[in-house]
């Protein structure tokens, strides 16, 4: 089946240790997207990639990297993990650029921080 | 600022006992409003969209009404399988990412 999978599901990292969730893609979708998701908040949308094309929301901070190698693949790089940045991680996919086709999630990621 | 607000936070229902969750919405110029499942420790599956005022869909005991300033699920006869977070989103107005709600967290009793 067709899916969007996240790896690894759980993580646990230090305070200030780099940290990188991957996605990937079955789906052959043109969009990515990276959400935050913490304790009973709306997702919350870092950056997305339309193909190779990287789009940073305003208020995402500097220590969120994100990387898309080729279309199945996209990265989350947390530079210096801090204890505010514990949340759900969540990759998505849709064909077509925001609000224009529905959007597919993975699994999500829990991120810990120590 | 393009908001969604869902209310209530939380619900609970006994099983059969039919309600309506709501999501109100400030994006002025609406290109479609999603509604999401979201069970505890998962990410958000897809269940609807609607594009205009007066447009329904439906999915089993669901089915997803939208006018013009606010979107309505309702539940018929719920069971306890369809106890889960339901989200709505719309597009921001660039176009470009969807403005998630908090949710509403629905608990149905058997």
């Known amino acids: 089946d067709a899916m969007v999978i996240q790896n690894p599901r759980y993580q646990v990292t230090q305070f200030g240790k780099p940290v990188t969730l991957s996605c990937s893609q079955t789906?052959?979708?043109?969009?990515m997207y990276w959400y935050q998701q913490k304790s009973s908040q709306a997702p919350k949308l870092l950056f997305h990639?339309?193909?190779?094309?990287?789009?940073n929301e305003a208020d995402t901070p500097d220590n969120f990297q994100s990387r898309r190698p080729n279309t199945s693949f996209c990265f989350l790089d947390i530079r210096s993990p801090g204890l505010g940045d514990a949340a759900m991680y969540l990759c998505?996919?849709?064909?077509?650029?925001?609000?224009?086709?529905?959007?597919?999630f993975g699994p999500g990621t829990r991120l810990t921080v120590t | 600022e393009d908001q969604v607000t869902q209310s209530p936070e939380a619900l609970r229902l006994q099983e059969g006992e039919s309600s309506s969750l709501n999501c109100s919405y400030t994006?002025?110029?609406?290109?479609?409003l999603f509604w999401y499942r979201q069970d505890p420790g998962k990410g958000p599956e897809f269940l609807f969209t609607?594009?205009?005022a007066g447009e329904e869909k439906e999915k089993e005991r669901l089915k997803a009404t939208l006018t013009k300033k606010e979107s309505f699920l309702h539940i018929t006869a719920p069971k306890p399988e369809d106890s889960a977070t339901y989200l709505c989103?719309?597009?921001?107005?660039?176009?470009?990412?969807?403005?998630f709600g908090k949710g509403t967290t629905l608990s149905v009793s058997s």
């Open positions: 994006v002025s110029g609406l290109r479609g």
């Open positions: 989103a719309v597009p921001n107005q660039a176009g470009t990412a969807l403005i």
């Open positions: 998505a996919t849709s064909r077509d650029i925001g609000g224009s086709g529905e959007q597919y």
């Open positions: 990639y339309y193909d190779k094309d990287f789009n």
């Open positions: 609607l594009y205009s």
């Open positions: 789906l052959n979708h043109n969009v």
